[in-house]
């Protein structure tokens, strides 16, 4: 599928100016008025329309493996391989900063309350600005992707042990998925389709490492049949009506499917390594990678 590009950035690492720097994750305001990206050790601000670099926000002492915004554009998130999690306000300003005994490796925050769930190597925990302290839980094993569902309910976390574990606003674990493989097939990405396509039910995406795409209902029945792509996938995020979703990682490129898993083809063109992270903007008409 054709696309035409917009406008293109090369982030060079501070450290080696000659060498580019590693991008892990990006996400916008709910808005679309800001891009924000993790690009090395820095959170990058953007200007989405014209590419224009806001700022550039110090505070991590390494890589930086996920941002996430909060659905009420007040404040955003980043997360780090130092062990720590830094609030931002929508102006660009530190919040607050807290830590876990392990790199950050996911982030997401509620669609309702807006309550933050950072995510680290073994454990994750709930954030809030109402409580004076971050509630912790433990994992069994690297927790690679989080997602809330529409109603703010229930997290999705996606293990490296190729588990999917439910859970609720308490951190108590209401459903387990185990994917075929186990440590074979480590989930890599987690989406709860919009909830313009869903009605009263929410259906979660999944990729894993055994190279499949397969639908989970909330109850943790698989919805239909699993999809092969072929490549190792390391991110997925549906279109803000829900029709479309698109798979990246190691293929180099964006792969676009249909809500029920059809692959329709290539999006854009294939980059010269890896796919960490990309994202739709608001209003469906452009996408980041």
């Avoid at 590693?22 to 709910?30: A, D, E, G, L, T």
């Avoid at 660009?92 to 807006?114: M, R, V």
Wanted: with cysteine; net charge neutral; charged share 20%.
């Amino acid at each position: 599928m054709r696309a035409i590009p917009k406008w293109v950035e090369k982030i060079h690492d501070s450290s080696e100016k000659s060498d580019v720097a590693s991008i892990h994750s990006i996400c916008y305001h709910p808005e679309g008025l800001q891009l924000v990206v993790g690009a090395g050790d820095k959170v990058l601000v953007y200007d989405p329309i014209d590419g224009n670099l806001i700022n550039s926000l110090k505070g991590h002492k390494d890589t930086v493996y996920c941002v996430a915004y909060a659905k009420d554009g007040k404040k955003f998130a980043s997360g780090s391989a130092d062990k720590t999690v830094i609030i931002w306000t929508q102006k660009l300003e530190g919040l607050l900063k807290y830590s876990h005994n392990d790199s950050i490796q996911c982030l997401a925050f509620n669609p309702i309350s807006h309550q933050l769930a950072s995510c680290a190597v073994s454990d994750f925990s709930f954030w809030s600005s109402e409580q004076k302290a971050v509630q912790k839980y433990k994992s069994v094993a690297r927790i690679n992707a989080c997602a809330w569902t529409n109603d703010g309910q229930y997290i999705a976390l996606g293990l490296a042990n190729g588990t999917i574990s439910i859970r609720n606003k308490a951190g108590d674990e209401k459903i387990k998925i185990d994917r075929p493989g186990g440590t074979n097939s480590p989930v890599f990405g987690l989406a709860w389709n919009p909830p313009a396509t869903s009605g009263s039910s929410d259906i979660l995406c999944v990729i894993d490492w055994a190279q499949t795409l397969s639908f989970y209902s909330l109850g943790g029945q698989m919805i239909g049949k699993e999809r092969n792509f072929g490549f190792d996938p390391l991110c997925l995020t549906f279109f803000p009506n829900g029709e479309f979703l698109i798979v990246a990682g190691c293929n180099k490129a964006l792969q676009l499917f249909t809500r029920d898993g059809i692959r329709l083809g290539l999006l854009g063109e294939q980059h010269d390594s890896w796919i960490w992270s990309a994202a739709v903007h608001p209003a469906g008409n452009c996408v980041v990678r």
